[in-house]
Nanobody
Framework: QVQLVESGGGLAQAGGSLRLSCTASRSIALSNIMGWFRQHPGKQRELVAGISPGGIRAYGDSVKGRFTISRDNAKNTAYLQMTGLEPEDTAVYYC????????????????WGQGTQVTVSS
């Protein structure tokens, strides 16, 4: 069992920045995708960003150009740098890891984090 521990959520003003971190409790497979999803109240989780072990990145359309995902394989940690925050970015953000990039993009993952709240005020 792998636990994903998230940190860095909180409150920001529109136009501001936050950085989320996600650390796995033990080494995950080197081939695993790591990334972030978010969930607005009453809606399904949506992909925010994902990154392969080799550094190939994919982003949801609503965050392209504003958010940057990175990872440190030696630390089993992924990061999501969020800039140009908008009130519409307010959601619970979930870290996730999975073995298939295609499945990951569809929200089918091996492990989920507990979620961290991000609130952006206008």
């Amino acid at each position: 069992q792998v636990q994903l521990v998230e940190s860095g959520g909180g409150l920001a003003q529109a136009g501001g920045s936050l950085r989320l971190s996600c650390t796995a409790s033990r080494s995950i497979a080197l081939s695993n995708i790591m990334g972030w999803f978010r969930q607005h109240p009453g809606k399904q989780r949506e992909l925010v960003a994902g990154i392969s072990p080799g550094g190939i990145r994919a982003y949801g359309d609503s965050v392209k150009g504003r958010f940057t995902i990175s990872r440190d394989n030696a630390k089993n940690t992924a990061y999501l740098q969020m800039t140009g925050l908008e009130p519409e970015d307010t959601a619970v953000y979930y870290c996730a890891t999975g073995s298939s990039a295609i499945s990951f993009a569809r929200g089918v993952v091996d492990y989920w984090g507990q979620g961290t709240q991000v609130t952006v005020s206008s």
